[in-house]
């Protein structure tokens, strides 16, 4: 009865803590919440998804990974797994995907946390704080919209099962920050939490119906909206989930013992008072610390040896012995423990008695020898009133046995039979328990180091980044690098580096080129004397030769005058060649049209090819229409304004008599037409579309073609 009291202190005297937490199952059908999208939930460059999960039935999924959980419409990222069991996370770069997908898998009706990391250099995924899989990829996360919605699950795809603690985070978290957090609720004022959805609006397998709304436990307020979920019964409904604690309970108790008191998580016997400290399960699966005050008394123990014929009456309790043999009377000594006496009896009633004994190692037979090996052993007692016999002492020994383990660790290990010692260097240590015949069990631990070594052939630019981004190498050389807790065992990675850099070959050029030169790589055309860089990639993407490059860039003169009916080329450099061209002939050449001035004979479209400065270069079209007009002494007509929008003027510095005044367009087709008696000074006003025109005036003193621009 006192150990039923005792337990019951234990569990209701401490400070304990334990929470079955509330859920939300979606039935894999079309079950979804539906969260209004932000610039903040639409915008991390960096990020963490994770949530638990329990899933019912992969099969809801239609392919391997495409059931998300977490899902941003912007198709910045995408969160979850499908029918294959893995866990997958997808993240948008500019027009692509970046894909990671793990190699474990995770197992159905068991509850299970899952995890997604990027930190836009490394994408992680992590099973119940594992890490499982990475994948080296540089870039910036991009959203098509900083206002779509994030789903919870996507109806359509679905999603077969439980979800607990779905949370989004706007930085990657480190293995230890997720391990953490695992096992407790997030404070909702915690650094960089954008979302999180704890699911305990509602009473689990309740009528929920009257529940709209999953309140987010950042300080956002990102709430989403519960859509085609039931909300009755134990599915598409808020259910119950996991069960943890988050404190220990702890107490403190005394106890007295006789001889020894083994504690109550029995990983130790007590054979000395003092004050001991223990741990325990509680029946809810929390820890319960305990501090124990131990009292050990003694108990007493005394042989009597008797010999008797017939029979012997233990004068303690009268009870009469008619067989030779052992006999143990208990009584309760002073301090309240057993006082046990033992009778050894020899009855002397046959010719020969027999004892068996058992041990570990050695026993003590009745005669006061000490016994090491099995055997009989046998004793001969002179009769007395006529009881001589011999005893036989069957003495059976028992060997202390000895089994060999090997453990492995990372910077430590604690002993499986003895949680009191820790292994902090490899080598053979040993142990001791009690083996079934109640003898030493001999445990011998061989503790090997579980930490890894490699080795990296590295190929690379100007400059190399180490596995652990803690080092950057600008020369080539051997060079070594720790991965902390990250190989297969859990533990540190140790690796050596053979690094190889290619460094660019530099090189000058001289070059001199007419009016542009494009330099060896494509990516750059020079239009102007001077001196550039650039720099020719390698098949591994490195600049393999760098080049400086004097750059001299010569042009020819195109540029043409017009001296009345005479085109004349613009260069003064004397040994410039000349070739005049009709435009209107597919740049055709002018047959003999190869001095520096050209008349034309008729109205069209010209350009001049020019070789000088070791360049050939050829003007634009120029339009050139033939002034008729007969010259006269200080004749001249002035059109004005050209360009013009449909008002213009023409002024003669001497009067024109009988003239006719018409437009024409480039086909020759005259579109409007005036007749002046005299013309001096003449204002006109037409609507035309915009392009060339030409003004044709015509007089008893001449005629004169005007190209005009309307606008």
């Given at each position: 009865?006192?150990?039923?009291?005792?337990?019951?202190c234990?569990?209701?005297?401490?400070?304990?803590?334990f929470?079955?937490?509330?859920?939300?199952?979606?039935?894999?059908?079309?079950?979804q919440?539906?969260?209004?999208?932000?610039?903040?939930?639409?915008?991390?460059?960096?990020?963490?998804?994770e949530?638990w999960?329990y899933?019912?039935?992969?099969?809801?999924?239609?392919?391997?990974?495409?059931?998300?959980?977490?899902?941003?419409?912007?198709?910045?990222?995408?969160?979850?797994?499908?029918?294959?069991?893995?866990?997958?996370?997808?993240?948008?770069n500019?027009?692509?995907?970046?894909n990671?997908?793990?190699?474990?898998?995770l197992?159905?009706?068991t509850?299970q946390?899952?995890?997604a990391?990027?930190?836009?250099?490394?994408?992680?995924?992590?099973?119940?704080?594992?890490?499982?899989?990475?994948?080296?990829?540089?870039?910036?996360?991009?959203?098509?919209?900083?206002?779509s919605?994030?789903?919870?699950v996507?109806?359509?795809?679905?999603?077969?099962?439980?979800?607990e603690?779905?949370?989004?985070?706007?930085?990657?978290?480190?293995?230890?920050?997720?391990?953490?957090?695992?096992?407790k609720?997030?404070?909702?004022?915690?650094?960089?939490?954008?979302?999180?959805?704890?699911?305990?609006?509602?009473?689990?397998?309740?009528?929920?119906?009257?529940i709209t709304?999953?309140i987010d436990?950042?300080?956002?307020?990102?709430?989403?909206t519960?859509?085609?979920?039931?909300?009755?019964d134990?599915?598409?409904?808020?259910?119950?989930?996991?069960?943890?604690?988050?404190?220990?309970?702890?107490?403190?108790?005394?106890?007295?013992?006789?001889?020894?008191?083994?504690?109550?998580?029995k990983?130790?016997?007590?054979?000395?008072?003092?004050?001991?400290?223990?741990?325990?399960?509680?029946?809810l699966?929390?820890?319960?610390?305990?501090?124990?005050?131990?009292?050990?008394?003694?108990?007493?123990?005394?042989?009597?040896?008797a010999?008797?014929c017939d029979?012997?009456?233990?004068?303690?309790?009268?009870?009469v012995?008619?067989?030779?043999?052992?006999?143990?009377?208990?009584?309760?000594?002073?301090?309240?423990?057993?006082?046990?006496?033992?009778?050894?009896?020899?009855?002397?009633?046959?010719?020969?008695?027999?004892?068996?004994?058992?041990?570990?190692?050695?026993?003590?037979i009745?005669?006061?020898?000490?016994?090491?090996?099995?055997?009989?052993?046998?004793?001969?007692?002179?009769?007395?009133?006529?009881?001589d016999?011999f005893?036989?002492?069957?003495?059976?020994?028992?060997?202390?046995?000895?089994?060999?383990k090997?453990?492995?660790?990372?910077?430590?290990?604690?002993?499986?039979?003895?949680?009191?010692?820790v292994?902090?260097?490899t080598?053979?240590?040993?142990?001791?328990l009690?083996?079934?015949?109640?003898?030493?069990?001999i445990?011998?631990?061989?503790?090997?180091s579980?930490?890894?070594?490699?080795?990296?052939?590295?190929?690379?630019?100007?400059?190399?980044?180490?596995?652990?981004?803690?080092?950057?190498?600008?020369?080539?050389?051997?060079?070594?690098?720790?991965?902390?807790?990250?190989n297969s065992e859990?533990?540190?990675s140790?690796?050596?580096?053979?690094?190889?850099?290619?460094?660019?070959?530099?090189?000058k050029?001289?070059?001199?080129?007419?009016?542009?030169?494009?330099?060896?790589?494509g990516?750059?055309?020079?239009?102007?004397?001077k001196?550039?860089?650039?720099f020719?990639?390698?098949?591994?993407?490195?600049?393999?030769?760098?080049?400086?490059?004097?750059?001299?860039?010569v042009?020819?003169?195109?540029?043409?005058?017009r001296?009345?009916?005479?085109?004349?080329?613009?260069?003064?450099?004397?040994?410039?060649?000349f070739q005049?061209l009709?435009c209107d002939?597919n740049?055709?050449?002018?047959?003999?049209?190869?001095?520096?001035?050209?008349?034309?004979?008729?109205?069209?479209?010209?350009?001049?090819?020019?070789?000088?400065?070791?360049?050939i270069?050829?003007?634009?079209?120029?339009?050139?229409?033939?002034?008729?007009?007969?010259?006269?002494?200080?004749?001249?007509?002035?059109v004005?304004?050209?360009?013009?929008?449909?008002?213009?003027?023409?002024?003669?510095n001497?009067?024109?008599?009988?003239v006719?005044?018409?437009?024409m367009?480039?086909?020759?087709?005259?579109?409007?037409?005036?007749?002046?008696t005299?013309?001096?000074?003449?204002?006109?006003?037409?609507?035309l579309?915009?392009?060339?025109?030409?003004v044709?005036?015509e007089?008893?003193?001449?005629k004169?073609?005007?190209?005009?621009?309307?606008?």
């Amino acid at each position: 009865m006192k150990q039923i009291l005792l337990f019951i202190c234990i569990v209701g005297c401490g400070n304990f803590a334990f929470s079955q937490v509330r859920a939300l199952h979606f039935d894999g059908s079309n079950d979804q919440v539906v969260v209004s999208g932000t610039s903040k939930l639409n915008g991390p460059t960096k990020i963490t998804l994770e949530t638990w999960v329990y899933v019912k039935n992969f099969n809801t999924s239609p392919c391997a990974d495409c059931a998300p959980i977490i899902f941003a419409q912007s198709g910045g990222y995408r969160f979850g797994t499908g029918n294959g069991k893995a866990v997958s996370l997808a993240l948008k770069n500019g027009n692509s995907i970046v894909n990671l997908k793990s190699t474990a898998t995770l197992t159905d009706n068991t509850w299970q946390h899952i995890a997604a990391t990027y930190d836009s250099s490394m994408i992680r995924i992590f099973i119940d704080g594992r890490l499982t899989d990475s994948l080296a990829s540089v870039f910036t996360i991009s959203y098509n919209s900083t206002s779509s919605d994030v789903w919870i699950v996507d109806p359509v795809t679905g999603y077969g099962g439980i979800l607990e603690e779905t949370r989004i985070w706007n930085y990657a978290r480190s293995q230890s920050e997720i391990q953490t957090g695992m096992t407790k609720k997030t404070d909702s004022k915690a650094k960089g939490l954008i979302l999180q959805f704890s699911y305990d609006e509602g009473v689990p397998y309740k009528d929920n119906t009257a529940i709209t709304t999953v309140i987010d436990n950042s300080p956002n307020k990102n709430d989403g909206t519960l859509t085609n979920f039931r909300l009755k019964d134990s599915t598409s409904n808020y259910v119950l989930g996991r069960s943890y604690c988050d404190t220990i309970a702890y107490s403190k108790f005394s106890v007295t013992r006789c001889g020894k008191y083994p504690l109550p998580s029995k990983k130790k016997v007590i054979t000395k008072s003092g004050t001991y400290k223990d741990t325990i399960k509680s029946f809810l699966g929390c820890d319960s610390a305990m501090t124990i005050i131990v009292t050990i008394n003694k108990a007493s123990a005394s042989i009597v040896d008797a010999v008797a014929c017939d029979s012997f009456k233990n004068p303690l309790t009268g009870v009469v012995y008619k067989k030779s043999g052992s006999n143990k009377v208990t009584l309760t000594n002073s301090v309240g423990c057993d006082s046990v006496i033992t009778f050894n009896v020899i009855i002397s009633v046959r010719d020969s008695t027999f004892f068996t004994y058992e041990g570990c190692s050695s026993v003590k037979i009745n005669n006061g020898k000490t016994i090491y090996t099995s055997g009989t052993l046998i004793d001969t007692f002179k009769r007395k009133m006529k009881c001589d016999s011999f005893v036989f002492h069957q003495v059976r020994i028992n060997k202390n046995t000895i089994s060999k383990k090997t453990l492995k660790m990372c910077k430590f290990v604690v002993c499986p039979t003895n949680k009191n010692k820790v292994f902090k260097k490899t080598g053979v240590y040993f142990d001791t328990l009690i083996n079934q015949a109640n003898c030493d069990s001999i445990i011998e631990y061989t503790v090997l180091s579980a930490s890894s070594n490699g080795i990296i052939n590295a190929k690379a630019c100007s400059s190399y980044k180490s596995p652990s981004l803690k080092y950057t190498y600008t020369q080539s050389g051997t060079y070594y690098d720790t991965l902390f807790d990250e190989n297969s065992e859990g533990c540190d990675s140790f690796i050596k580096i053979y690094l190889v850099l290619n460094v660019p070959i530099q090189e000058k050029l001289t070059v001199k080129k007419c009016r542009s030169y494009t330099v060896p790589s494509g990516n750059q055309i020079i239009t102007t004397s001077k001196t550039v860089k650039d720099f020719v990639k390698s098949k591994l993407g490195c600049d393999s030769i760098a080049y400086t490059i004097d750059v001299t860039i010569v042009n020819a003169n195109v540029g043409i005058t017009r001296e009345i009916n005479t085109l004349i080329a613009s260069t003064t450099n004397g040994s410039a060649l000349f070739q005049w061209l009709d435009c209107d002939k597919n740049y055709g050449k002018i047959a003999a049209e190869t001095s520096k001035k050209y008349t034309p004979i008729e109205n069209g479209l010209y350009a001049l090819e020019v070789k000088e400065n070791q360049c050939i270069d050829t003007s634009s079209c120029i339009i050139f229409a033939i002034n008729r007009l007969n010259a006269y002494k200080n004749f001249n007509l002035i059109v004005s304004p050209n360009p013009s929008k449909g008002f213009f003027t023409i002024n003669a510095n001497n009067p024109l008599h009988s003239v006719g005044v018409s437009i024409m367009n480039v086909k020759g087709q005259t579109i409007h037409s005036w007749a002046l008696t005299e013309l001096t000074r003449h204002e006109f006003n037409v609507k035309l579309s915009p392009g060339l025109w030409y003004v044709t005036v015509e007089s008893l003193e001449g005629k004169q073609v005007i190209p005009m621009v309307f606008e």
